[in-house]
């Protein structure tokens, strides 16, 4: 199973579309918040499940702010991570997805991407495609890969198609 892991597109649904078409593969699409859209042009021209949670500058959205989704066998915590204050350090973050028995934590808030991996959990930002904010200042973006040889988290550049 492929997912998708984005974050903090902040109404750049163009960005989003450009990464399902060259990621055509995809078996699930997860948003981890800031997306300050109406997600239906998203639903609309996808193929395969989408979720979504609130950010901090999703004002009046209908999201939860965290979620739980199960995919082959794996139970992965989705927040944004404001809430967790995720600036200030991952524990947070880290019990929160320990209390819903979660192996897999997904989280975004920084536009700084990061893998990283404790007992029992692994742990990715996928950062912003469009608002970079790692020195760097490269458009990234997830990919989870769930098989029977394991889980793999990893991050992918983005640059737009000019």
């Known amino acids: 199973m492929k997912i998708v892991v984005i974050s903090d597109t902040h109404g750049k649904n163009s960005a989003i579309l450009d990464i399902m078409s060259r990621e055509s593969d995809a078996d699930m699409l997860l948003h981890c918040g800031d997306i300050c859209a109406d997600v239906s042009e998203i639903i609309e021209n996808i193929n395969c499940p989408f979720h979504v949670v609130s950010g901090n500058m999703d004002f009046g959205s209908p999201y939860p702010n965290e979620k739980v989704v199960e995919a082959e066998g794996h139970r992965i915590y989705l927040s944004h991570g404001n809430r967790q204050y995720v600036k200030f350090g991952l524990q947070e973050l880290m019990d929160a997805a320990k209390d819903v028995y979660a ?60």
Not at 119 to 139: C, D, F, Q, T
Request: hydrophobic share 30%; no cysteine.
């Open 103 to 162: 192996d897999i934590a997904l989280f975004g808030h920084t536009h700084v991407a990061l893998l990283d991996e404790k007992p029992g959990l692994k742990i990715m930002n996928p950062g912003s495609p469009v608002y970079p904010r790692s020195a760097e200042r490269k458009g990234t973006y997830g990919i989870v890969e769930i098989s029977t040889g394991g889980t793999v988290l990893r991050l992918k550049d983005y640059q737009p198609q000019t």
